[in-house]
């Protein structure tokens, strides 16, 4: 099992752009989180995916998007960057039919926007 | 809202001498805890979880926590430190006030010298 794997490690964009972001979750998972994590910070959740829909949503603009396949695999979008954007994008997958249950975290995409 | 404070950004411990890292939350409902590990260049990995069950809590590689309702808190302990516990540690906390998207905490860095 490969666990939670995330693509690309690295990105350099520029002010304005727009980047996409990949992971794909663990065997068995069906649920896709996102978190942003800031340098010096804890990661800050951006949101949820479960059954192709966004499920849940933390205190992100509407430059952030995402979607889910239908192999639970997912993208994260953002849109317009702004140098703010740099940072580890995590992201994060689970089962949804367990409550209060383990997420399981990949290595994270760094983002730095020039 | 619910939030998580970790009352150190740094703890410096010897080796073989016992861990204490100290969280506290806020919250109106009982909520669920976590503590998670970063090593660098790695993913986040759950230490260990309380979801109302028993208030001392056994988790990896020698960690527990013990929840305290009367005193909002749920330190993470380790009777004795090894090189390898060097790491960033995250208290998160989810279900809080209602709301399950998890919070995380901004981190304690351990540090442990030989």
């Known amino acids: 099992d490969a666990g939670v794997t995330q693509s690309p490690t690295h990105l350099i964009k520029t002010r304005g752009q727009q980047v996409t972001l990949r992971c794909s979750p663990k065997?068995?998972?069906?649920?896709v989180s996102w978190y942003q994590q800031a340098l010096g910070q804890g990661p800050q959740f951006i949101f949820q995916?479960?059954?192709?829909?966004?499920?849940q949503r933390g205190n992100f603009p509407d430059r952030f998007s995402g979607h889910q396949f239908p192999n639970y695999s997912s993208e994260l979008n953002v849109n317009a960057l702004l140098l703010g954007d740099s940072a580890l994008y995590l992201c994060?997958?689970?089962?949804?039919?367990?409550?209060?249950?383990?997420?399981?975290f990949g290595p994270g995409t760094r983002l730095t926007v020039l | 809202a619910q939030s998580v404070t970790q009352l150190d950004s740094h703890v410096s411990v010897s080796e073989g001498t016992p861990v204490l890292l100290r969280c506290n939350y806020s919250s109106s409902y009982s909520p669920s805890l976590f503590w998670y590990v970063q090593h660098p260049n790695k993913g986040l990995q759950l230490l260990l979880k309380y979801t109302s069950a028993a208030t001392l809590v056994k988790g990896i590689n020698g960690f527990e926590a013990e929840f305290k309702k009367s005193e909002t808190s749920f330190h993470l302990t380790k009777p004795s430190a090894h090189m390898s516990d060097a790491a960033e540690y995250f208290c998160?906390?989810?279900?809080?006030?209602?709301?399950?998207?998890?919070?995380f905490g901004r981190g304690t860095s351990l540090i442990v010298h030989p």
């Open positions: 994060a997958s689970s089962s949804h039919s367990l409550i209060y249950n383990e997420q399981f």
């Open positions: 065997s068995g998972h069906d649920t």
């Open positions: 998160v906390v989810s279900g809080a006030g209602g709301s399950y998207i998890p919070t």
């Open positions: 995916y479960y059954e192709e829909e966004e499920r």
